[in-house]
């Protein structure tokens, strides 16, 4: 058991770097973008956990929980690029806790 918990940490850990990674290019995003109203995409969200969807399966996981996690991490994603967008066009530099 101690080896697959080990297991579970290590992919654990890359998650966590991947959804890191996910959000820098939302931090991109939201410099890009010149109207609010762009952050929020619906179409493209559905995309994304359509794609999450259709690929689990070939990852060998179930595919309703994928799109689950997919769509609560767009969710996520669309906040705080919200977040982000109002920082940067305000002119205002915030710190996050890393």
């Known amino acids: ?5 080990h297991g579970i940490d290590l992919v654990d850990d890359q998650i ?4 890191g990674e996910r959000f820098r290019y939302m931090d991109a995003a939201a410099r890009i973008k010149t109207e609010r109203g762009s952050v929020r995409d619906e ?5 994304v956990v ?3 969807r259709r690929n689990a399966a070939g990852a ?3 595919p309703q929980v994928l ?11 669309i906040a705080y ?11 205002v530099v915030a710190t ?3």
């Open 81 to 91: 690029e919200f977040d982000r967008f109002d920082e940067v066009h305000s002119g």
């Open 50 to 52: 359509e794609r999450a």
């Open 1 to 5: 058991m101690a080896e697959v918990r």
């Open 67 to 77: 799109a689950e996690i997919y769509e609560r991490l767009v969710e996520a994603s």
């Open 60 to 62: 060998g996981a179930p």
């Open 96 to 98: 996050r806790a890393e």
């Open 16 to 19: 966590v770097a991947l959804i």
């Open 43 to 47: 179409a493209r969200k559905a995309e």
